[in-house]
């Protein structure tokens, strides 16, 4: 779902706390610490503000707010996301067989009694289990130090097992390993401990493992740090996170954790994968060591600080605030504010999204690569065990492959033969629909176009088509980039040629309020007239500064710089005044700042552009697609 653009987001925050209690912080001393702290403009209006939790409201952000002591306890429990139960230690599943046993909790009585995922259990303590039902599940849960003995179906035996109960301690970090060689690692949170669990778990089934599965749907976030170490964990020492505050420095977040497993990982990502969560997803994106399967996430780019009694007893008393202070950025300086972080498999649907990730996991151990699908993404190999997976799978994997991927058949002993998406579906019977426009093949940039597509980046006209030859208008253009961005609109127009009711309205005016276009003049926007090279490029060069700070920093350092004059540069001085400082961060700045040697965010050379020339679909496509390229947001 499209991220909405409302300054109202903080009335929904309050719809979903509990009711407060008098803050024990003052309004004056709120302001305050705002004022230190606050990433954001602070509102004339604040200081009217008769309670700290009215003064945050009106700051229209949802992650600065006021905590009362119990919201602050509980906001503190949250981030843990850890829980006891009492119990065996398993997770199961209704069927009309019985339980059927999903996952065992490490170190649990179920693993040491010899329970096993798959396991389908029949009867508990001698009551039958079939159809399985609710009240099923308390029959095992019971005192600590009593037993319970379970009937259990394996591979079509009848299996009586005893376990002992006890207090199960469930971290918000849990590592297991299958027979097959691939490991499973399922995070619900970013709390204190949860860095560590992450490498003892690496580094205790390494040897086992080929690859490993990470879950992180519905993860929400919690502690930066924590975040920064479990990529250390999987990639050793190094800088990966940047928090940019208001005085404009970015600084880094180191992680000293030794690599623990230099496996590849498949992670799994929804849109609720959130904050620390996509730190994690963003930076092992960015060190090449996993890909993400699923849809794109959250896209929260924002950290937030605690002030309480802490790092300020005068003020507090067990109450605390939290303050949007800084945004944060991946190790290639990108933020995921807005854009989220993209998957290199986008999979809608929840179930096909696991089974596709599931499949990704396989690894061939004996001396024939016959019954093997290989697929290179992002310049990574993955497996798939033929014999074990369905076409619906299969079908699911097909049909969101990017154009660069590659693909491979195991044929007799250590032999692959390459075959295109298609010729794989027709040689292993696997029905697909492609992503990719039907009108594009002949453009030069079809590559890229169909790329955007694959991803939901990029909206064609309808009936599969792109119409890569087509001027661009000024209101397809704003469509093109709210789509890029998960934006839109809601309220009053803000041009009185866009009508609320026309398709365009929320894509105008969302970039309109996020200050990326401006009007025409005479509270205009022309949405139906062409968009010139020229207009376009500077619209990108303003995306690409809020996408990625390092870009950002050279586009300040160029305008810093009296020593550089554009006007007189062959290529940039073509162009109007007013445009040609994007065009040179476009051209410029990847080799300057992203160590992309020989490459550009424009379409072409620098020295074909024509300013005033309308821009055709096909090459906005392909300089939207330069940028996430070019800054590694977007990873085939």
């Not at 299996?159 to 027979?179: C, Y």
Request: net charge negative; with cysteine.
């Amino acid at each position: 779902m499209k991220r909405i653009l409302l300054r109202a987001s903080a009335v929904v925050l309050a719809l979903s706390l509990l009711c407060p209690l008098a803050s024990a912080l003052s309004v004056d001393q709120a302001l305050e610490l705002l004022e230190e702290d606050y990433l954001g403009e602070i509102p004339a209006q604040a200081s009217q503000a008769e309670s700290v939790e009215e003064l945050c409201a009106v700051l229209g952000d949802p992650y600065t707010l006021y905590m009362t002591p119990e919201q602050y306890q509980e906001f503190l429990y949250g981030m843990e996301d850890s829980q006891d139960i009492q119990g065996i230690g398993i997770v199961t599943s209704f069927t009309r067989e019985g339980l059927l046993i999903q996952e065992i909790i490490p170190d649990s009585p179920a693993q040491q009694a010899g329970l096993q995922a798959g396991d389908l259990i029949v009867a508990v303590d001698g009551v039958s289990c079939v159809p399985a039902e609710e009240s099923h599940i308390s029959l095992i849960s019971g005192a600590p130090g009593t037993w319970v003995s379970l009937t259990i179906l394996r591979d079509g035996q009848s299996l009586a097992i005893r376990a002992q109960r006890q207090e199960i301690h469930i971290p918000n970090v849990q590592v297991t390993v299958s027979d097959n060689g691939s490991g499973r690692i399922t995070c619900s949170a970013f709390g204190s401990d949860t860095a560590g669990l992450l490498a003892e778990g690496l580094t205790r089934y390494d040897d086992q493992a080929e690859v490993w599965l990470l879950d992180l749907r519905d993860n929400p976030g919690g502690y930066t740090q924590a975040a920064v170490d479990a990529i250390g964990a999987f990639s050793g020492p190094g800088f990966y996170l940047y928090l940019r505050d208001k005085t404009g420095l970015a600084a880094p977040y180191v992680s000293l954790y030794p690599a623990a497993s230099e496996d590849p990982v498949v992670m799994l990502v929804n849109a609720n994968t959130a904050s620390s969560a996509e730190i994690l997803a963003a930076g092992l994106r960015d060190q090449g060591t996993g890909i993400l399967v699923g849809t794109r996430t959250y896209g929260k780019g924002q950290a937030q600080l605690i002030r309480d009694e802490v790092t300020d007893p005068d003020y507090f008393d067990g109450d605390a605030l939290k303050i949007t202070f800084a945004e944060f950025f991946s190790e290639k300086g990108n933020s995921t504010e807005w854009i989220g972080v993209l998957p290199t498999l986008l999979i809608q649907d929840p179930a096909k999204a696991q089974a596709v990730a599931q499949a990704l996991c396989g690894y061939p151990t004996d001396t024939t690569t016959d019954g093997w699908l290989m697929v290179q993404l992002a310049r990574q190999f993955f497996y798939v065990d033929l014999t074990q997976t369905d076409r619906g799978t299969l079908s699911a994997l097909f049909s969101a492959l990017p154009p660069s991927a590659q693909l491979w058949i195991g044929e007799d002993t250590y032999y692959w033969e390459e075959l295109t998406t298609q010729e794989a579906a027709v040689a292993l019977e696997v029905d697909y629909s492609t992503p990719f426009f039907s009108d594009v093949s002949a453009s030069p940039y079809a590559e890229e176009i169909n790329t955007l597509g694959t991803y939901d980046l990029m909206l064609g006209v309808g009936g599969g088509k792109f119409q890569p030859q087509d001027q661009l208008t000024r209101a397809e253009a704003c469509a093109m980039f709210t789509q890029l961005l998960n934006v839109t609109y809601r309220g009053p127009s803000r041009f009185t040629d866009v009508p609320e009711t026309a398709w365009y309205a929320a894509d105008v005016n969302a970039m309109a309020a996020l200050g990326l276009v401006k009007g025409v003049g005479d509270n205009r926007f022309d949405p139906s007239s062409t968009l010139t090279q020229q207009e376009f490029f500077t619209i990108l060069a303003r995306i690409a500064r809020m996408l990625n700070f390092r870009v950002d920093d050279y586009a300040n350092q160029l305008t810093a710089d009296e020593s550089v004059d554009l006007s007189q540069i062959p290529g940039i001085a073509s162009f109007s005044s007013w445009a040609r400082e994007g065009v040179a961060v476009l051209a410029w700045a990847p080799q300057a700042v992203l160590d992309k040697v020989h490459s550009t965010m424009l379409h072409c050379d620098l020295e074909d552009l024509v300013p005033d020339q309308p821009i055709l679909r096909e090459e906005a496509a392909a300089c939207i697609y330069q940028v996430l390229s070019v800054t590694g947001i977007l990873s085939v």
